[in-house]
């Protein structure tokens, strides 16, 4: 009988645990907030029946990155609309203007002499495809020459190669490794030489007469049968994949640690052999998108309250940080309002922007095409820095927003709010994210700024920003605050103003990109 209790206590508790467990943290939560009945719905809704899982796999799993121009990025659109819809939320595709259509395929790359062992690598964004062939050719190593005629020269060695045109990193150990295991005067004797290879590979490049950009087209143009680069994002495994820039020949980042084996066996004169088979299509001109959604206010219709994240990523991986939890974050805010403050005073957007990773484009055209919302906005709340929680918010430069923004963050719970450093008036934001196409005009865009979770190195336009990457603990904390600076902006019996600081240079509105990748 002993056995059987426990068994059934067991069976039991694991049956509750999840309930029991959610509710001790919305008890938590609501310990240090006030009775405010929409609050706490919020609260205990998102820590016991949060969708932002389901909405990640369907996402980044389903659907995958979201590349300006892709079928996918349509995609994407589409199902955000959906979603909306699923949940009586008023939601659209606007078009803000038109991009080179490209879908990428699979892709082959193999060493197969001295020996045989297939590659890591990954196709650029917008390389041309190889159709149905595979080609196989030596790999060489781009040459330190003395000048652009000494380069003009060498040139024609290029025919029917695969070119490597990035340095050989000393080392595939982060730098936190090193300080971690290393003597100090090992660490100081390595930085220093990747300080000298690096300053030797930019006079390297600099030398041939060409840029970073343009030297890739100058080898195709010579009959290179491809490019190789290892753009490396200084962490183990991980490499950034942005956009290629020939139009004939595949360009294709290599692993660091495959990139190194290739660039060691080629310069001990081992001659090494590659195989690559890229598909890729080139799809036209197709138009680009911005998801908008709307709960319309009841009291102040025209006064608007915004939620921001941009839609679009790079496609090395599946955009999973950068900036599918920024989007994920302002769904499931959305939802939580429409479910639990369906009738707001004011009007509550939401905007999922198309390239922003090529200029912030698709916020920069709404801008320009609605300054009937921008004029009467509110505030902007904005996030995309990776997946952490967020801890970071600055008043943009505007005299007003410490007044404004520290009411509304009184309402957020203690155990959210307690982790937030404020930085009033703040310096307005330039770029980096959409916010920044609000500031520009004099609106009140705000970025919540997230813990880092080694953003920049490991999942910041990489390979491996992935579903795995996402804490969705900190996901949820995101959901519950942006949702409620909203309730309480929407509430606010003031509307807003947002004077600039004086002696602040304020940055100038930057036209939106409304046809990208084209020819002129």
Same mark, same amino acid.
Request: hydrophobic share 35%.
């Given at each position: ?301 025209? =006064?608007? #309250? ?8 790079? @496609?090395? %991986? $599946? !955009?999973?940080?950068? *900036?599918? &939890? /920024? ?44 300054? =009937?919302? #921008? ?8 996030? @995309?820095? %990776? $997946? !952490?929680?967020?801890? *970071?918010? &600055? /008043? ?125």
């Amino acid at each position: 009988m002993k056995h059987i209790y426990h068994y059934t206590c067991n069976n039991l508790w694991n049956k509750a645990r999840p309930f029991v467990l959610g509710m001790l943290l919305c008890s938590g939560i609501a310990s240090a907030q006030s009775t405010n009945p929409v609050i706490n719905s919020i609260m205990t809704e998102e820590t016991t029946n949060s969708q932002l899982e389901k909405l990640a796999h369907e996402l980044f799993d389903g659907i995958g990155p979201r590349l300006v121009g892709t079928p996918q990025m349509k995609q994407a659109n589409d199902w955000a609309v959906a979603k909306y819809k699923s949940w009586d939320i008023q939601a659209k595709n606007e078009k803000w203007g038109e991009w080179r259509g490209w879908e990428r395929g699979i892709s082959h790359i193999d060493m197969v002499s001295p020996r045989a062992k297939s590659l890591e690598g990954t196709q650029l964004a917008w390389s041309p495809g190889m159709d149905k062939k595979t080609t196989t050719a030596e790999v060489i190593i781009l040459p330190d020459v003395a000048d652009s005629v000494a380069f003009q020269q060498w040139l024609p060695n290029v025919k029917g190669k695969f070119v490597m045109i990035s340095m050989l990193q000393p080392t595939g150990r982060p730098d936190y490794n090193w300080q971690e295991f290393a003597l100090k005067e090992s660490f100081d004797k390595m930085k220093a030489e990747r300080t000298a290879q690096t300053d030797a590979w930019k006079k390297r490049i600099s030398k041939t007469g060409f840029t970073n950009k343009t030297l890739p087209v100058a080898l195709e143009n010579a009959g290179a049968a491809g490019i190789l680069t290892n753009n490396w994002s200084a962490g183990f495994g991980v490499d950034k994949i942005f956009a290629a820039y020939t139009k004939i020949v595949p360009t294709v980042d290599i692993a660091l640690e495959d990139y190194g084996m290739l660039y060691r066996l080629s310069e001990s004169g081992n001659k090494p052999v590659i195989s690559i088979h890229c598909e890729s299509k080139e799809l036209g001109v197709v138009p680009t998108f911005n998801t908008i959604a709307e709960i319309k206010g009841t009291e102040k219709p025209n =006064e608007y #309250v915004m939620l921001s994240a941009h839609f679009d990523s790079w @496609d090395g %991986g $599946t !955009g999973a940080t950068d *900036n599918g &939890t /920024g989007t994920l974050t302002m769904m499931e805010a959305m939802r939580l309002l429409k479910k639990f403050y369906p009738h707001p005073k004011r009007t509550i957007l939401v905007g999922h922007w198309g390239s922003e990773e090529e200029g912030l484009n698709g916020s920069r055209a709404f801008v320009e095409d609605h300054p =009937e919302i #921008v004029s009467n906005l509110q505030a902007l709340f904005n996030q @995309d820095n %990776g $997946t !952490g929680r967020v801890v *970071n918010l &600055t /008043g943009q430069g505007f005299v007003e927003a410490k007044d404004y923004l520290s009411r509304w963050l009184a309402a957020v719970p203690d155990t959210i709010k307690n982790r937030i450093k404020t930085v009033f008036p703040g310096q307005p934001g330039g770029g980096g994210s959409d916010f920044a196409s609000f500031v520009a005009v004099g609106a009140p865009g705000f970025s919540l700024g997230s813990l880092n979770w080694s953003y920049g190195s490991y999942t910041w336009h990489t390979n491996r920003d992935t579903y795995d990457k996402v804490v969705f603990d900190d996901l949820k904390n995101n959901a519950i605050l942006a949702a409620i600076m909203a309730y309480m902006a929407s509430e606010d019996p003031q509307k807003t103003v947002n004077t600039k600081t004086e002696g602040i240079k304020w940055p100038a509105q930057v036209k939106a990109t409304r046809r990208g990748g084209l020819d002129k």
